[in-house]
């Protein structure tokens, strides 16, 4: 089947510090593979993604590189502001279909 | 551009009301997708379309019905309204692989309580 695991939070952090939230995945076939970020009290929003391996996806300092051979698509950041305070949550989209399977989200608090 | 529109933003039902959760989205994407979400199990798919006339379960369907009548509207019906539906639910569109929107783009949201 299908599924994501994500590293369990929270995640604190002192603003500037280099980030790394870990994400694995079970899949069947090839699947595209998302970031996604929530802010209290809002929608998620797209981060980045990668639809084949080894595509880097890259948006606003965050990284993350789809590696079919270790089945992971860890996000980074080099140096985070408390801006970035928010939940992160990893998906899958497998093969051509309608479906998006998610992580069960990490949170991180990032302080001055 | 509205993007993905869901109303309402907060409602209230008594055990065993029915109710309908409207999504709307002005993006033509072929793609449109329900998902509850709730304190410690993330997201979880409960009803998806890959096209007007065409939808299929995804993993808590159980207690909601939907329809795909045209690209732009995708509502949510529950159909006896019980207190384990009390959630937030995300409606979310997307366009076809290897389309530039190819990655879900989302409502803002209705909280649903069930008393």
């Known amino acids: 089947g299908n599924s994501v695991t994500q590293m369990e939070g929270p995640v604190t952090l002192s603003e500037e510090a280099f980030l790394t939230i870990n994400c694995t995945y079970t899949?069947?076939?090839?699947?595209?593979l998302f970031w996604y970020v929530q802010y209290p009290g809002e929608g998620l929003q797209l981060l980045l993604k990668?639809?084949?391996?080894?595509d880097k996806g890259s948006n606003k300092g965050f990284e993350a590189t789809y590696r079919k051979e270790t089945t992971s698509f860890h996000l980074e950041k080099g140096s985070v502001q408390v801006s970035d305070s928010a939940v992160y949550f990893c998906?899958?989209?497998?093969?051509?279909?309608?479906?998006?399977?998610f992580g069960q989200g990490t949170t991180l608090q990032v302080k001055p | 551009n509205a993007g993905v529109t869901q109303t309402p933003k907060f409602q209230v039902l008594k055990t065993g009301q029915s109710m309908t959760l409207q999504c709307a989205q002005d993006m033509n994407h072929e793609y449109m997708s329900w998902y509850r979400q709730d304190p410690g199990m993330g997201l979880r798919l409960i009803h998806y379309?890959?096209?007007?006339?065409?939808?299929d379960q995804g993993e808590v369907p159980n207690g909601y019905n939907v329809s795909r009548s045209t690209t732009e509207d995708f509502p949510l019906r529950l159909l006896s309204a019980a207190p384990s539906q009390t959630s937030v639910y995300f409606c979310?569109?997307?366009?076809?692989?290897?389309?530039?929107?190819?990655?879900?783009?989302f409502g803002s949201g209705t909280r649903l309580t069930v008393v």
């Open positions: 899949a069947t076939g090839y699947p595209s």
């Open positions: 998906a899958l989209r497998p093969g051509n279909t309608g479906k998006l399977i």
């Open positions: 379309s890959v096209g007007a006339g065409i939808t």
């Open positions: 979310a569109s997307s366009g076809a692989p290897g389309a530039r929107s190819y990655g879900y783009t």
């Open positions: 990668a639809t084949k391996a080894d």
